[in-house]
């Protein structure tokens, strides 16, 4: 399973030593080429009446727009921009690793989703994080962090600052994980018997991109409300 | 001393270990995920739609735990 690692370009910016997981870049440039394309082709014509393209589209809004009214009371649809995009990208990104992109032959590694390197997710959690933590001080100030001067206060703050470590490495390890076992799995079930036993592992990969990109996104709401909330 | 190569095999073994371990935990969370499910449908058989999509969350919830023990065995085996 060689296979498995992927096409390392080794470069030197600024005296620092930085690896590209080629791949990986090339592979979630093309997820957001097809959400941008889809998504300027669904606004171009905008009628009162929505064709069906535009009825789409404002159903997917709606749903954004109906999870983030029952997670968050207030201000909430000023969310919708990460959530709607983390989402979209999430799900296009899983559901890349279905098609049949690994027939394009790389030095080393394969075109399979972007969401099975951990540098990916990472990244998109530490924007989490940093999103969840503008809008905590911003709502609250420096409450956000010591609510109260007093023993219980400090060690709340301290869990709070343990919280902005566990947080950002569980998201990106949910989503790295379970990508990369969906891919082994597959190759494990390609392994005992062709054709046969990989296709209704597919299946279910196609169930979990959907049910990461959803948990991705609830998990994100819930960070940004218990951020935004009022203190209990 | 023990020599690089048994060293390997050993890594091996506890990702093996590893995996199943995790497994124990997330096969337990999912267990109970589920039976929640059916005491909820059970007690209120319309609700069974809208119990199904919390009750996917909570499993995906659960699964990530053996995911995490997944991550460290591929890490000890060397699949990463």
């Known amino acids: ?232 | 001393m023990i020599d690089t190569n048994t060293t390997m095999e050993l890594a091996k073994l506890g990702g093996g270990i590893a995996i199943g371990f995790g497994a124990i935990g997330a096969g337990l969370g999912i267990g109970f995920a589920t039976k929640g499910l059916m005491d909820a449908i059970s007690r209120q058989p319309e609700i069974a739609g809208k119990a199904f999509g919390f009750f996917l969350l909570g499993a995906a919830l659960s699964e990530a735990c053996a995911l995490y023990a997944f991550v460290v065995a591929a890490k000890l085996i060397g699949l990463m």
């Not at chain 1, 959530?83 to 394969?110: C, D, W, Y």
């Not at chain 1, 597959?186 to 990989?198: D, H, Q």
């Open chain 1, 1 to 232: 399973m060689s296979q498995m690692g992927h096409w390392v370009y080794n470069t030197v910016i600024a005296g620092h030593q930085m690896s590209f997981n080629l791949d990986t870049i090339f592979t979630m440039w093309f997820a957001m080429g097809v959400i941008i394309i889809f998504a300027i082709i669904a606004t171009r014509k905008l009628t009162l009446i929505p064709s069906k393209l535009q009825a789409l589209c404002e159903n997917i809004m709606q749903f954004f727009w109906g999870t983030l009214d029952t997670m968050i009371p207030n201000k909430n649809r000023q969310h919708v921009p990460l959530v709607a995009s983390l989402f979209l990208f999430i799900l296009f990104a899983n559901l890349m690793g279905q098609l049949p992109l690994r027939i394009i032959h790389l030095k080393t590694g394969e075109l399979a989703s972007p969401t099975n390197d951990l540098n990916l997710t990472a990244a998109m959690a530490i924007i989490v994080l940093v999103y969840y933590l503008f809008m905590g001080f911003k709502t609250k100030g420096l409450k956000y962090l010591l609510h109260e001067f007093s023993f219980t206060g400090i060690i709340m703050a301290l869990v709070e600052i343990l919280e902005m470590i566990t947080r950002p490495l569980s998201l990106a390890i949910r989503l790295f994980a379970n990508i990369f076992a969906g891919e082994i799995l597959v190759s494990v079930a390609l392994g005992l018997s062709a054709y046969l036993l990989p296709l209704p592992v597919m299946l279910f990969e196609i169930l979990v991109a959907f049910i990461q990109a959803t948990v991705f996104m609830m998990l994100t709401i819930a960070y940004i409300s218990s951020a935004t909330g009022e203190e209990h």
